[in-house]
């Protein structure tokens, strides 16, 4: 029988929950190479990484191109969402276990609303979440905690202490220690994990099985 360790359960989504890397790519590109004339690497778009996907639009191109970008943007994102676009290897189980347990879950992540909830639908797990809050769904994004804030209010959850927030990035680490719930790094989202360690997450997971025995779900 399977014990959970915390009540609720905070999820980054991109490098976390899914490998999202390669359709923003693409999808990015097919949003600036009409404008600019030069497609950008992998390591120039991880730059641009801060702001939901539609602010990095409107941050790189002059007013005039945002709609028409963006519109471009979506569009990619979604025709090739299936081809480019999976959950990790065992995170579907993971997410189907500790909602059976009764734990709480919940998405917090730096990208727009609705390619968040584009992904989370294709990717068929939309309905593990009782909260998703995305970039555009906040005044400040991670690392600060407003969102994380907002979804363990809207979960009534009156004690952080039995919370976890569950991400690749510094900025999710950061933003878990300022809501005040536990932090647990993820080691297969992106190949350097320095930025990761140096922000000191309580727990540090290299696998999907040592998350879930971290969270108290193994079966």
């Given at each position: 029988?399977?014990?959970?360790r915390?009540?609720?359960?905070?999820?980054?989504?991109?490098?976390?929950?899914?490998?999202?890397?390669?359709?923003i790519d693409?999808?990015?590109?097919d949003?600036?190479?009409?404008?600019?004339?030069?497609?950008?690497?992998?390591?120039e778009?991880?730059?641009?990484?801060?702001?939901p996907?539609?602010y990095?639009i409107?941050?790189?191109l002059?007013?005039?191109?945002?709609?028409?970008?963006?519109?471009r943007?979506?569009?990619?994102?979604?025709?090739?969402?299936?081809?480019?676009?999976?959950?990790?290897?065992?995170?579907?189980?993971?997410?189907?276990?500790?909602?059976?347990?009764?734990?709480?879950?919940?998405?917090?992540?730096?990208?727009?609303?609705?390619?968040?909830?584009?992904?989370?639908?294709?990717?068929?797990?939309?309905?593990?979440?009782?909260?998703?809050?995305?970039?555009?769904?906040?005044?400040?994004?991670?690392?600060?905690?407003m969102?994380?804030?907002?979804?363990?209010?809207?979960?009534s959850?009156?004690d952080?202490?039995?919370?976890?927030?569950?991400?690749?990035?510094?900025?999710d680490?950061?933003?878990?220690?300022?809501?005040?719930?536990?932090?647990?790094?993820?080691?297969?989202?992106?190949?350097?994990?320095?930025d990761?360690?140096?922000?000191?997450?309580?727990?540090?997971?290299?696998?999907?099985a040592?998350?879930?025995?971290?969270?108290?779900?193994?079966?």
């Amino acid at each position: 029988m399977m014990t959970p360790r915390f009540s609720t359960l905070i999820f980054d989504l991109d490098g976390t929950l899914a490998d999202i890397l390669p359709v923003i790519d693409e999808s990015f590109n097919d949003a600036f190479v009409p404008i600019t004339g030069k497609p950008l690497s992998p390591e120039e778009i991880r730059a641009l990484f801060g702001p939901p996907d539609n602010y990095v639009i409107r941050n790189v191109l002059a007013p005039e191109y945002h709609d028409a970008a963006i519109g471009r943007y979506v569009a990619t994102y979604e025709r090739r969402h299936r081809d480019l676009v999976s959950l990790f290897d065992g995170i579907g189980d993971l997410l189907a276990d500790a909602q059976a347990a009764g734990v709480k879950l919940a998405v917090v992540t730096g990208k727009s609303r609705n390619t968040a909830l584009m992904t989370l639908d294709i990717l068929g797990v939309l309905d593990r979440f009782e909260v998703v809050y995305a970039g555009d769904d906040v005044d400040r994004q991670k690392p600060d905690p407003m969102a994380l804030g907002m979804a363990l209010a809207d979960l009534s959850h009156g004690d952080p202490a039995h919370a976890a927030m569950i991400g690749d990035s510094a900025a999710d680490v950061i933003a878990g220690k300022g809501a005040g719930v536990a932090t647990i790094g993820v080691l297969w989202g992106v190949p350097d994990h320095t930025d990761l360690l140096q922000a000191g997450p309580d727990i540090v997971c290299e696998s999907v099985a040592a998350l879930r025995v971290a969270v108290g779900l193994v079966r």
